[in-house]
């Protein structure tokens, strides 16, 4: 979110307006889920319980949670607090299509207002202070979104050659994680088949190399390398020859859906 520096903390506050208008179309920021355990069921009522005590629902947590069911008109239902929420963190709940997102305020142009304000709007949680007329900062601002992003890199090697280091692998937390499996699903899927077992170079290493499995996690500017099982290795399995069938069976079906060429 690119905030102007300048106006922001006067009469305008920009910050506070956009942060009400996407609260109010179901998107949080900078905050995760409530840990609530919540399943509509067809009969038995409205079943309530906690794993801690809740100072946020009244003297009378079950009650108020039974009037706003009502409101939706849901009578049955399991509800587990494992967290201490509040009555609009149960709502969103209830309604389950909110979206949480993480943020970053960018306050620009902090070259036309004083070191104190600049430094006052910098100590703000999940904010940065930049100028780009004057690129006051912006190495700073880089780093910042690859961390809120949850990007890291991985870097590719060879057996017996250095590592490649001009296009790494880019695994995400969000996504399909940052484990050596995530790794091998980006470059072909049928890597995790064949593999035996893959060395790491890089912070998350105990050793250098480390021999390692699918569940690794990676660290960022890591170096992985991959070591598959031998064409022989493969026929002595189990499951070769359906593997191998299935392979065949994929291979005609996408053939018969082809299209043929026009003469």
């Keep these: 979110m690119v905030l102007d520096a300048a106006k922001e903390g006067t009469f305008y506050k920009h910050q506070e307006i956009l942060e009400a208008e996407l609260q109010s179309v179901g998107i949080r920021l900078n905050c995760s889920p409530p840990d609530i355990y919540f399943k509509i ?3 038995g009522g409205v ?4 794993t801690l005590k809740l100072t946020k629902l009244g003297d009378d947590p079950q009650q108020l949670l039974k009037r706003v069911l009502q409101e939706y008109k849901i009578h049955n239902c399991e509800i587990v607090f494992r967290e ?15 979206k949480y997102v993480r943020c970053v305020y960018v306050f620009n142009k902090i070259d036309v207002i004083s070191i104190e304000k600049v430094d006052q709007l910098a100590r703000r949680p999940h904010s940065v202070v930049i100028s780009c007329k004057l690129k006051l900062n912006l190495d700073t601002f880089l780093a910042k979104i690859w961390d809120y992003l949850g990007l890291v890199r991985v870097y590719t090697k060879k057996k017996s050659q250095p590592p490649s ?4 692998l880019v695994l995400t937390t969000g996504r399909n994680g940052v484990t050596v499996q995530a790794a091998c699903e980006q470059i072909h899927k049928d890597i995790i088949d064949n593999m035996k077992w893959a060395y790491v170079w890089g912070t998350s290493a105990k050793q250098i190399p480390q021999k390692v499995g699918l569940k690794h996690q990676l660290h960022d500017q890591d170096v992985l390398q991959i070591v598959l099982k031998t064409a022989e ?11 191998v069938q299935d392979y065949y069976d994929k291979y005609h079906e996408k053939k018969k859906k082809k299209k043929p060429l026009k003469t």
């Design 41 to 43: 069921k067809p009969t």
């Design 47 to 50: 079943k309530f319980s906690s």
């Design 84 to 98: 201490d929420c509040d009555i609009d963190q149960f709502i969103d709940v209830v309604q389950g299509n909110r």
């Design 165 to 168: 280091f001009q296009e790494p």
């Design 233 to 243: 290795e493969q026929r002595q399995e189990k499951n070769y020859s359906q593997r």
